[in-house]
């Protein structure tokens, strides 16, 4: 009776272990967004097969290298279909504007609760019937200044990266590399979900698109043909859309101040102040 026990045990530990790398960490998001405060913070994660109950799965954020704080949140009980890609944000809104088009990347959007806190120095660590089964970061270490800060940036699993957490590589976007950008692809570090080769090359054409005059209080015009056209205020609330007619659109109903232009052609989307 006994050999049939450890028999059995070495036949089933590699289902154990299959299990738990059902979903993994992808990229760990800290935004710096007009909308300022907790609303670029996210955590990305991809299901690596089809998983019927996401609630066994957890978050816990080590803010401050206080070594961590077990798990913080709980997934939701719902269902994943393998190369589902998933978004933990607080606040998908600003997520959603910041990321424009390749917003639709994400299959599930989930709201995180307000244990999603990391600051661009804090370690983030995956949970699987309350037991750490991946990590990013270490969560006995403040990360500022070290390999893997991603404050007001990004971090992104890629089998490129320098740096490496749980037998997994990391690349970066670079501290600071969001700041004052409208939507990721206008920042210097569009994040590597969005940024295929083709965008690039689409949005460097884009580069020459020019708006005049500028200030304005009344038309604008541009040297492109441009469409879908929406404007927002300065802290990124979008305010309208606006029709084009012959590469101009009219804009004197709105007040004075500064405004930025999100609008497209047939290539890409670009951001104007």
């Given at each position: 009776m006994q050999k049939i026990y450890l028999i059995i045990i070495i036949l089933i530990s590699p289902f154990l272990i299959f299990g738990q790398n059902d979903i993994s960490l992808k990229g760990v998001i800290d935004f710096d967004l007009v909308s300022a405060g907790y609303t670029g913070k996210a955590i990305h994660l991809v299901a690596n097969t089809n998983i019927s109950d996401l609630s066994s799965y957890g978050i816990g954020v080590a803010n401050n290298a206080n070594g961590g704080d077990g798990q913080e949140y709980t997934f939701p009980a719902i269902s994943l279909s393998i190369g589902d890609q998933v978004l933990l944000a607080r606040d998908s809104t600003a997520m959603s504007n910041y990321f424009d088009n390749c917003f639709s990347y994400f299959?599930?959007?989930?709201?995180?609760?307000?244990a999603i806190s990391q600051n661009g120095n804090d370690?983030?660590?995956?949970?699987?019937?309350?037991?750490?089964i991946e990590t990013f970061g270490d969560v006995n270490?403040?990360?500022?200044g070290t390999p893997w800060e991603y404050l007001d940036s990004w971090a992104y699993k890629d089998p490129?990266?320098?740096?490496?957490?749980?037998?997994?590589?990391?690349i970066f976007g670079g501290v600071g590399c969001t700041v004052g950008s409208i939507t990721t692809q206008t920042s210097s570090c569009p994040y590597p979900l969005c940024?295929?080769?083709s965008s690039i090359n689409n949005f460097s054409i884009f580069n020459d698109t020019k708006l005049y005059p500028n200030p304005s209080s009344d038309f604008l015009f541009f040297n492109n043909n441009i469409k879908n056209v929406k404007i927002f205020d300065s802290i990124g609330k979008e305010i309208t859309n606006v029709a084009v007619f012959d590469n101009m659109i009219e804009i004197?109903?709105?007040?004075?101040?500064?405004?930025?232009?999100?609008?497209?052609?047939?290539k890409t989307t670009f951001i104007k102040k």
């Open positions: 299959d599930v959007i989930l709201p995180a609760s307000n370690a983030v660590e995956l949970f699987f019937n309350g037991n750490i270490v403040d990360g500022t490129s990266g320098s740096v490496s957490f749980s037998g997994e590589n990391w940024a295929s080769q004197s109903g709105l007040s004075n101040g500064v405004y930025f232009l999100s609008a497209k052609n047939i």
